[in-house]
């Protein structure tokens, strides 16, 4: 495979690279300074997303006219097509609400110095580790190259961690080809992996939903992990709001995080009607997903459940938990060990920032809480979502 192969995925990441820059973002905090001086506070909610399953929460409530029971203004959501757009559109300020990959928050308000924080887990679990169909283990993967969404992905770390786990050493490759113990890491978009699975380029790749569960309807690969089977539970993508908004704009703030955990809380009793409204029949299409294969993350038969365990690719049955799953509460635990994790995680990008961060210190200066707690309580308390009582758990990591 040529470097050309993937030149967009490189720009793309170059970008966001520049984005997550104290002198690459400046341009877009001044413009977001700017627009913020003659900001109304009842200016409307305006959504950022990419087309995958992590965005639910944002997409129903919308869909389902919570913002507006909310008391506030909201625009159609804006599909976005990348990491980089999403960012961009944020930091600028076109958007003030949108869904990150965990780890880049960190890298966000610690790498670059946004100022904004995260205020609620948008999803938990909803990616997968999927193959091509004669890998049956991941020692298989040696020598091979697997594509990851972002360096700083919940994916890439628990896919460095379950590789290191079976003897294997994750590298990143400008030429030449991995060593039988090493496993090449390329950054891939989501849409451009099955194809680049089908055509043999790449031995796997671990990413959000739909995109494993359309190459298991299409035949091109299979499952091999899910991600919630090893880090149990985990956050994928949170919920990312400016710092301004929440300091000078606490109802409306307010009104927001309501809206999601009420969406979140929808979506987990109403799963087959969430595919259909996110799949690109739904009245919005608000993805380019089919129904099939949204039906398969959201509202899987429970014979799928049996196959996966009974084939060893869930090895954690005792858990019963759900391909996704939502819960919003950002757990402070999961912040601690994610930023550990990190400081371990191979990533070609600016890092160096890391090795100075403080887990606890990041858990309690990276989210605010204020606002999910008030609204988590208003619908009767976090076990509405299935989990214990309380705002405090354990981290389970198992490979």
């Known amino acids: 495979m040529s470097p050309e192969d993937f030149s967009v995925s490189r720009r793309e990441l170059l970008k966001l690279a520049s984005l997550f820059t104290a002198g690459g973002a400046l341009p877009l905090l001044s413009a977001f300074n700017a627009q913020a001086q003659t900001a109304a506070p009842d200016d409307p909610v305006r959504i950022g997303y990419l087309p995958i399953t992590d965005a639910t929460p944002l997409l129903v409530a919308h869909n389902n006219g919570y913002f507006e029971e909310a008391g506030l203004k909201v625009e159609k959501p804006v599909l976005l097509r990348s990491w980089a757009q999403i960012i961009e559109a944020f930091i600028s300020g076109q958007v003030n609400v949108v869904h990150l990959l965990s780890p880049m928050t960190i890298w966000g308000r610690y790498g670059s110095r946004a100022p904004a924080k995260v205020v609620a887990w948008n999803h938990m679990s909803g990616s997968a580790l999927t193959v091509a169909n004669d890998i049956n283990d991941i020692r298989q993967l040696g020598g091979t190259t697997v594509a990851i969404p972002f360096w700083y992905s919940i994916h890439n770390t628990v896919l460095q961690y379950l590789l290191r786990a079976n003897g294997l050493k994750p590298v990143s490759l400008k030429q030449g080809k991995p060593a039988a113990d090493e496993v090449n890491l390329i950054v891939l978009a989501p849409s451009d992996m099955p194809p680049a699975l089908a055509g043999k380029q790449i031995s796997g790749f671990i990413v959000a939903e739909p995109f494993n569960?359309?190459?298991?309807?299409?035949?091109?690969?299979?499952?091999?992990?899910?991600?919630?089977?090893?880090?149990?539970?985990?956050?994928?993508?949170?919920?990312?709001?400016?710092?301004?908004?929440?300091?000078?704009?606490?109802?409306?703030?307010?009104?927001?995080?309501?809206?999601?955990?009420?969406?979140?809380?929808?979506?987990?009793?109403?799963?087959?009607?969430?595919?259909?409204?996110?799949?690109?029949?739904?009245?919005?299409?608000?993805?380019?997903?089919?129904?099939?294969?949204?039906?398969?993350?959201?509202?899987?038969?429970?014979?799928?459940?049996?196959?996966?365990?009974?084939?060893?690719?869930?090895?954690?049955?005792?858990?019963?938990d759900a391909r996704i799953d939502f819960q919003p509460y950002p757990y402070p635990s999961y912040t601690v060990e994610l930023v550990k994790m990190l400081k371990d995680t191979l990533i070609e990008a600016d890092h160096n920032f890391l090795a100075q961060l403080d887990p606890d210190f990041v858990a309690g200066d990276l989210v605010d809480d204020r606002f999910v707690k008030r609204a988590i309580e208003k619908i009767g308390g976090i076990e509405q979502f299935g989990v214990p009582a309380g705002y405090t758990r354990q981290e389970t990591i198992v490979a």
């Not at 109802?251 to 087959?272: N, P, T």
Request: glycine letters at 6%; a neutral charge.
């Open 213 to 320: 569960a359309a190459a298991e309807t299409r035949g091109i690969g299979k499952i091999l992990r899910f991600t919630g089977d090893v880090w149990r539970q985990h956050a994928c993508c949170v919920i990312f709001m400016h710092e301004r908004d929440l300091q000078q704009r606490p109802e409306w703030s307010q009104g927001v995080v309501d809206a999601i955990v009420k969406a979140q809380q929808w979506s987990l009793g109403h799963r087959a009607e969430t595919a259909q409204l996110l799949s690109r029949e739904g009245k919005n299409r608000y993805t380019p997903h089919t129904i099939e294969a949204l039906d398969k993350v959201l509202a899987p038969p429970a014979s799928d459940r049996e196959a996966y365990t009974q084939s060893g690719i869930i090895h954690h049955p005792e858990w019963n």
